[in-house]
């Protein structure tokens, strides 16, 4: 009889309170090209997830970065930048764009602090106001760094006037830069307060869901896009062919053998990538190496064979083999 009268409640309810003060959820980053998001969204995390570049359509899918705090967990998603489609691939990622606003808590909006508001900007906050389940939204000024106080307070106003223009609420406004990571800990804050209470999505201590292939996949693809012509960083798709650890090595000096292909649409784009005698892609391999090295905590020996794929950014088949 005694063993059954002892209350299991009260353990639930323990568990239940736990659960009601932690919060967790998801929040994107949306924003023109070069906006800035992918940098934003590393300092966040507090380590290097999604790719950046100065060129457009650099983020190629959906990038989740995890912050995980004693009392929340936020997941947050860089997405490709919104524009205008010239190819299947800009159509699709258009639309990967808009399913995750639908399905995200949050919504950051990168507006460069630097640059002023325009058309582009616009078109952008008026599409996710049309959304029939419309995330809060919350206004960040970036690369802060790069104007002065005066400049500073006349993008705020103008970022606060799109409340009247186009039919929107700002959650909060903040000026942020993730360079001197200056505010980076009130975007943090201040989207977690956004966020419904829950129990964490992801095991604690994981900082991203991405596989590891596609994270050396964007590695180098990150270090191929540096001084490269404005035609080539569209056509270019870097895949993993095989990894994996070289079985004649010893246990204490381990290397990790990595083959890979970069992909462009036409021979002239091949020769760029290549270089003068090979020396193009040599310094990418380089690079690449450097950055796969430190991800994965052992030396890499890097192999990368240029491929053309005649148009595969319109070529349904392609794009389905690619992953998009």
Not at 44 to 58: E, F, N, R
Not at 60 to 68: E, K, L, S
Not at 257 to 277: C, L, N, P, Y
């Amino acid at each position: 009889m005694s063993d059954q009268t002892i209350p299991e409640e009260h353990p639930r309810d323990e568990d239940a309170s736990l659960t009601a003060s932690f919060r967790s959820g998801f929040a994107c980053f949306v924003g023109r090209p070069n906006a800035g998001k992918s940098t934003l969204m590393n300092a966040l995390v507090g380590t290097k997830i999604a790719i950046a570049s100065s060129k457009p359509q650099t983020t190629r899918h959906a990038v989740r970065g995890i912050v995980n705090r004693p009392d929340a967990q936020l997941v947050v998603i860089d997405t490709p930048g919104l524009h205008r489609p010239r190819t299947l691939l800009g159509e699709r990622l258009n639309d990967l764009v808009r399913d995750t606003w639908s399905e995200v808590d949050v919504v950051g909006v990168c507006l460069p602090s630097n640059e002023r508001i325009g058309p582009g900007d616009t078109y952008l906050v008026s599409e996710i106001a049309k959304l029939p389940r419309r995330p809060k939204l919350v206004a960040l000024a970036t690369k802060s760094d790069l104007v002065k106080p005066p400049r500073m307070a006349e993008h705020l106003l103008k970022i606060a006037s799109l409340e009247e223009e186009l039919g929107i609420h700002w959650e909060t406004i903040i000026p942020v830069s993730a360079l001197t990571n200056d505010q980076v800990d009130v975007v943090v804050d201040e989207l977690i307060a956004l966020l419904p209470e829950g129990p964490p999505l992801y095991p604690d201590g994981e900082v991203t869901d991405e596989p590891t292939e596609t994270r050396i996949a964007e590695l180098i693809r990150e270090a191929a896009l540096e001084g490269v012509e404005d035609e080539l960083p569209h056509s270019l798709m870097v895949t993993i062919e095989e990894m994996g650890l070289r079985a004649d090595r010893p246990a204490e000096r381990p290397l990790m053998d990595i083959f890979a292909s970069m992909i462009v649409e036409r021979d002239s784009q091949k020769g760029i990538v290549i270089g003068h005698r090979g020396q193009r892609l040599k310094e990418v391999g380089t690079a690449a190496r450097l950055q796969i090295a430190e991800l994965l905590g052992v030396p890499v020996h890097l192999d990368l064979r240029v491929k053309v794929v005649k148009d595969w950014q319109r070529d349904p088949k392609q794009l389905n083999r690619l992953g998009f």
